[in-house]
């Protein structure tokens, strides 16, 4: 168990739609980042968040957006939901950015588009 | 093209057997990282590797790094039902945002 915790589990969806992925970070962690992994495929980093604010994005159209909370746990916000947005998404914490340190990841929140 | 190619794709190995998983990058490495993920759930770390020629083991799996071949290996020796899974390689680009190779699905049969 890392102590990432994600919720919910599993989440079915229409397109067109909007939808709220939540993340706690590991303890003490301050620094959280989102990844999408589509069957079959590696993660693909989304963003990060750092202290509230944003820290980095990959390449996600804007209808990916995030918040972080002080207490460092997250949203991730997808609008105009896409048959392609369907993946597993997963969140990542970690203590600092750039610290030489592993991510922890959470189980994942499986999103699926219909 | 992926800037982390992982080989094999997949892997069908018998109880017992060794095997080895390789990494290539199209960049210089200066992080490596071997994650395992069971279908459908989190990323577990196995290990990370920074130096060139740095090798690291935990119980019977083995990691390598090449800087000059820009490339990492990880290596199960004596492979058991519970090494199967999807194992990741990820590399450091910037602020422990990583990129993520395809993954290697292996499975172990008795």
């Known amino acids: 168990e890392t102590g990432v915790t994600q919720s919910p589990t599993h989440l079915i969806k229409t397109r067109g739609q909007q939808v709220t992925l939540r993340c706690s970070s590991q303890s003490g962690h301050n620094t959280v980042s989102w990844y999408q992994q589509a069957l079959g495929q590696g993660p693909q980093f989304i963003f990060q968040y750092y202290r509230e604010e944003e820290n980095g994005r990959g390449n996600f159209p804007p209808r990916f957006s995030g918040l972080q909370f002080p207490n460092y746990s997250s949203e991730l916000n997808v609008n105009a939901l896409e048959l392609d947005d369907s993946a597993l998404y997963l969140c990542?914490?970690?203590?600092?950015?750039?610290?030489?340190?592993?991510?922890?990841f959470g189980s994942g929140t499986q999103l699926s588009v219909l | 093209s992926q800037e982390l190619e992982q080989s094999p794709q997949s892997l069908i190995v018998q109880e017992g057997k060794n095997l080895t998983i390789n990494c290539t990058s199209s960049k210089t490495l200066y992080g490596l990282y071997w994650y395992k993920q069971k279908y459908g759930e989190g990323l577990i770390f196995l290990m990370m590797?920074?130096?060139?020629?740095e090798e690291k083991s935990h119980e019977k799996i083995t990691a390598k790094l090449d800087e000059k071949k820009q490339q990492s290996s990880l290596h199960i020796t004596a492979s058991q039902p519970s090494h199967a899974g999807i194992y990741l390689c990820?590399?450091?680009?910037?602020?422990?945002?990583?990129?993520f190779g395809t993954g290697t699905r292996l499975q172990v049969f008795p």
């Open positions: 590797l920074q130096k060139g020629g």
């Open positions: 990542a914490s970690s203590l600092d950015p750039g610290a030489d340190e592993k991510l922890f």
């Open positions: 990820g590399a450091d680009r910037t602020a422990d945002k990583l990129i």
